[in-house]
T-cell receptor, first 114, second 112 residues
Framework: GAGVSQSPSNKVTEKGKDVELRCDPI?????LYWYRQSLGQGLEFLIY????????KSGLPSDRFSAERTGGSVSTLTIQRTQQEDSAVYLC????????????FGQGTRLTVV | KQEVTQIPAALSVPEGENLVLNCSFT??????LQWFRQDPGKGLTSLLL?????REQTSGRLNASLDKSSGRSTLYIAASQPGDSATYLC???????????FGTGTQLKVEL
């Protein structure tokens, strides 16, 4: 596709349920990032994938959060046993992977836990 | 640990004014710096990327400068328009990892 695509755009879930958020990066981009933006807050790094290397998971806030990237393309962020504090906009970005290349973001998934 | 600060947090200007947004970072060992804009309820749109070896980049009415040794970047917007109203974010990639570290943003409002 022309840009980074995220789905769903909005998700409302009940506390305690599991959710999956999807990210389709720009074709050919080897690097993929997940960030979280809570209301009125800055962007919080969650996880980074680069090619076939082990992902940088240093930003995942708890073991309820996990992410995978299949075939070096599509990524899924899974949140288990959702809590109200998980409510936020989850943003995905991709880039060509070299440190001097531009990162492009999707429109985000707004997650609301009720 | 890299920390990125943006000043001011909010700015309101009349249409037509030239303005400067500031970004500072604590670790000067960066690979690049990127400026984004974010409209309410939307994702981030990339505006300009400055590599560590560059001093500035221009795109239309936007000009971004980078002083790596002093840990500062500025985004200059010429002849501001109401459509420029958005939150502007700067982000850096620092050696030792490829993740972008973001500032908290400057919320810009350009009034008619």
């Amino acid at each position: 596709g022309a840009g980074v695509s995220q789905s769903p755009s909005n998700k409302v879930t009940e506390k305690g349920k599991d959710v999956e958020l999807r990210c389709d990066p720009i074709s050919g981009h080897t690097a993929l990032y997940w960030y979280r933006q809570s209301l009125g807050q800055g962007l919080e790094f969650l996880i980074y994938f680069q090619g076939n290397s082990a992902p940088d998971k240093s930003g995942l806030p708890s073991d309820r959060f996990s992410a995978e990237r299949t075939g070096g393309s599509v990524s899924t962020l899974t949140i288990q046993r959702t809590q109200q504090e998980d409510s936020a906009v989850y943003l995905c970005a991709s880039s060509l992977g070299q440190v001097n290349t531009e990162a492009f973001f999707g429109q985000g998934t707004r997650l609301t836990v009720v | 640990k890299q920390e990125v600060t943006q000043i001011p947090a909010a700015l309101s200007v009349p249409e037509g004014e030239n303005l400067v947004l500031n970004c500072s970072f604590t670790d000067s060992a960066i690979y690049n710096l990127q400026w984004f804009r974010q409209d309410p309820g939307k994702g981030l749109t990339s505006l300009l990327l400055i590599q560590s070896s560059q001093r500035e980049q221009t795109s239309g009415r936007l000009n971004a400068s980078l002083d790596k040794s002093s840990g500062r970047s500025t985004l200059y917007i010429a002849a501001s328009q109401p459509g420029d109203s958005a939150t502007y974010l700067c982000a850096v990639i620092t050696g030792g990892g490829n993740k972008l570290t973001f500032g908290t943003g400057t919320q810009l409002k350009v009034e008619l």
